[in-house]
């Protein structure tokens, strides 16, 4: 079955840098396009960044744009978001997700808290 696993969330002070990886499995991870997406409180889920299955195209959020990098390694069934220049609106649970014939993946999430 599939599985989406993401790890890298902390603390971090503002203007900080965190890595979030997202280990997949149970599909065939090369073959999707793979998205980043976050929660704050009391806020809707929303898309932060999407690549494609080759990795060869990438997409962001405006409010991410220049500070966020989602990358993957397809021979590992990873894909990775790297974050800098964080800000405190940063701060939210993180996400990856597949979607597959009409349904939507989720991993566990991650709690990225932007703070001094």
């Known amino acids: 079955q599939v599985q989406l696993v993401e790890s890298g969330g902390g603390l971090v002070q503002p203007g900080g840098s965190l890595r979030l990886s997202c280990a997949a499995s149970?599909?065939?991870?090369?073959?999707?396009?793979m998205t980043w997406h976050r929660q704050a409180p009391g806020k809707e889920r929303e898309l932060v960044a999407a690549i494609t299955s080759d990795g060869g195209t990438t997409n962001y959020a405006d409010s991410v744009k220049g500070r966020f990098t989602i990358s993957r390694d397809n021979a590992k069934s990873m894909v990775y978001l790297q974050m800098n220049s964080l800000k405190p609106e940063d701060t939210a649970i993180y996400y990856c997700?597949?979607?597959?014939?009409?349904?939507?993946?989720w991993g566990q999430g991650t709690q990225v808290t932007v703070s001094s």
């Open positions: 149970g599909f065939v991870f090369s073959t999707y396009v």
């Open positions: 997700k597949l979607f597959q014939r009409g349904y939507n993946y």
